[in-house]
């Protein structure tokens, strides 16, 4: 075999698979590989890709004309930057939406893609299993963000959750598989309220709503408990005497003062922003020695974010992005929803896709690499669906 039979073989697409996967579960644990294995699987797919063009036609989706905008916005607001060697630097976060494509290039039967989720949550479990060793034994840590940022602990965590729920949900889905998946998500919700994320929380709580009230109506009152959880907990870290309080905190007046700033440092350079920079250079001339609390390279939403990095064209354009996929989302749902385990996939990129917005109302995730990786993962989950599908038709 040569080498361009082996490229084109099923055992190198198998290859890319092994090495997108490692990617993802990675995420929870060690940035560094996920970077290297991403490495791999990009120039394996792109070899891929230039041996075999026909291919490509079969990854086309209605998302393809705004990620094409989306990294042309990226160039352009480079190119126009004050910064312009970082803004390039920083724009190769485009390159992560090479993972919605191998992972419809990769994920093309149910099985594998149920197996795929099954072992992300595996992972977690595992990672959240030491989270918890480590925390008994250290009493100085006050919230839990072994391997990560306990910020992006919390956003990872919320997503894997809403990928496992609609399984578990799924009453046509056999007990012993659905009390495995309790069993395999029970460590990370502990970690998940240990990490005491408030948009993480927050995200969850709107992405299961969106869930039950699609499908799993039944599950209301354990929804409702699961907000009761939160809401004895946050008193643990949070020591607020009314909830009223919390409108008047430190963080959220921080919050507050950083919209306000960046709306003013939109209108400096409202047609492409200021490109793919560390923002807190610029911030400081807009409003000079903030507190610690302002002291950051971000703006904390990442509607403010897209506004003040890539200006009202590139803000218009990611917006389109995410109302055609949020549109398709709802009809390969409304198509696929008569079908048990597919729907539940459908259900999780939804849930998902609403909790990652609520959540980016409060922090920058779209800018965090770990989140983004298994955002675009659980999109490609969601058109590797559609495909399939279209093509038994």
Do not use: C
Request: cysteine-free; overall charge positive; glycine content about 6%.
């Amino acid at each position: 075999m040569n080498l361009k039979e082996f490229v084109l073989s099923k055992n190198y697409e198998v290859l890319i698979y092994i090495f997108l996967v490692l990617q993802v579960i990675s995420v929870f644990f060690s940035i560094g590989v996920s970077s290297i294995s991403f490495a791999i699987a990009g120039l394996l797919f792109v070899l891929r890709m230039l041996l075999n063009r026909d291919e490509i036609k079969g990854l086309k989706t209605n998302l393809d004309l705004f990620f094409f905008a989306f990294v042309l916005v990226e160039i352009l607001s480079a190119l126009f930057s004050d910064y312009k060697a970082e803004a390039f630097f920083q724009s190769r976060r485009v390159l992560l939406i090479a993972v919605f494509y191998m992972a419809i290039f990769t994920l093309k039967d149910v099985e594998r893609i149920y197996n795929t989720i099954f072992a992300i949550g595996v992972v977690s479990a595992i990672a959240s299993v030491v989270e918890l060793v480590v925390y008994y034994f250290r009493l100085d840590i006050l919230w839990v963000g072994v391997f990560q940022a306990f910020m992006t602990a919390g956003e990872l965590k919320m997503i894997t959750l809403l990928l496992l729920f609609p399984l578990y949900l799924d009453r046509e889905i056999s007990f012993r598989r659905r009390a495995i998946i309790l069993l395999v998500m029970a460590p990370t919700y502990l970690t998940f309220l240990l990490t005491f994320v408030r948009s993480a929380w927050l995200g969850f709580i709107a992405g299961l709503f969106l869930i039950v009230i699609l499908r799993y109506r039944y599950f209301f009152p354990g929804w409702v408990f699961l907000v009761v959880v939160f809401y004895l907990f946050f008193p643990l870290k949070y020591r607020y005497a009314h909830v009223s309080e919390v409108l008047g905190s430190e963080t959220t007046v921080a919050r507050y003062m950083m919209w306000k700033t960046g709306f003013k440092m939109f209108l400096q350079k409202p047609l492409l922003g200021y490109g793919d920079i560390d923002l807190y250079k610029v911030y400081i001339k807009f409003r000079p020695n903030p507190p610690a609390s302002e002291r950051h390279g971000h703006l904390h939403n990442n509607f403010v974010m897209w506004l003040v990095l890539f200006g009202i064209v590139g803000f218009a354009f990611i917006i389109g992005l995410f109302i055609r996929m949020l549109i398709d989302m709802f009809i390969f749902y409304k198509n696929l929803s008569a079908y048990p385990v597919i729907r539940d996939f459908l259900l999780s990129g939804l849930g998902i896709f609403v909790a990652f917005h609520v959540s980016g109302m409060f922090e920058w995730n779209f800018g965090d690499a770990e989140i983004m990786t298994i955002f675009w993962f659980v999109v490609g989950i969601v058109y590797s669906i559609n495909k399939i599908f279209s093509t038994v038709k």
